[in-house]
């Protein structure tokens, strides 16, 4: 660490080190398939399924003049 750094800041620096290590030593596993997300994607678009949000927030409209969901 450099030098400048007050102990505090040194340690918290430190800290952040070895978390960042953590983190990045265990691997992500693939939790979906991309191409099975983008056909289901492009699926729901052709039929033009649109479903409100799980939190309940509005959405826009696909086209002008269409209700809010």
């Known amino acids: ?5 007050e102990p505090a ?7 952040f080190t070895a978390w960042q290590r953590d983190i990045v030593a265990v691997p992500i596993p693939t939790l979906v398939d991309p191409g099975q997300a983008a056909e289901i994607v492009a699926r729901a678009g052709r ?9 309940g927030a509005r959405t826009r409209a ?5 209700r809010l969901l």
């Open 62 to 66: 696909r086209e002008q003049g269409k």
């Open 9 to 15: 800041d040194e340690e918290l620096a430190e800290l």
């Open 47 to 55: 039929e033009r399924r649109v479903h409100a949000p799980p939190d």
């Open 1 to 5: 660490m450099s030098a400048c750094l």
